[in-house]
């Protein structure tokens, strides 16, 4: 892989989640509108792929801070898995 291709990869993984995933999202439509050609569907087949992972990555990374925050009666932070606190409420 050369190296623009991989600081365009890392620059995807720092987007914000909000604009991965509009980012993402305006590919589909682009896709959808069966104007591209193959190898342009293909290229943004591929980039969505891409912003798809940033995108899961970062709601997995945020699931996992959301469980790990809580804390006790006594303030002390606990952990304390997702699902449990959808089901207590």
Known sequence: ?????????TAKADLPFE?????L???VEAMESED??????????????KLAQNCQAKL???ELKISQLEKSAA?????????ADLTEE
Do not use: C, F, N
């Not at 303030?75 to 699902?83: D, F, R, W």
């Open 75 to 83: 303030g002390e932070l606990k952990l304390k898995p997702l699902a």
């Open 19 to 23: 604009a991965a995933l509009q980012k």
């Open 36 to 49: 591209l050609p193959l190898e342009i569907l293909i290229k943004r087949y591929e980039e969505g792929v």
């Open 60 to 62: 997995a990374e945020a």
């Open 1 to 9: 892989m050369s190296k623009p291709a991989r600081a365009s990869d």
């Open 25 to 27: 999202e305006a590919i």
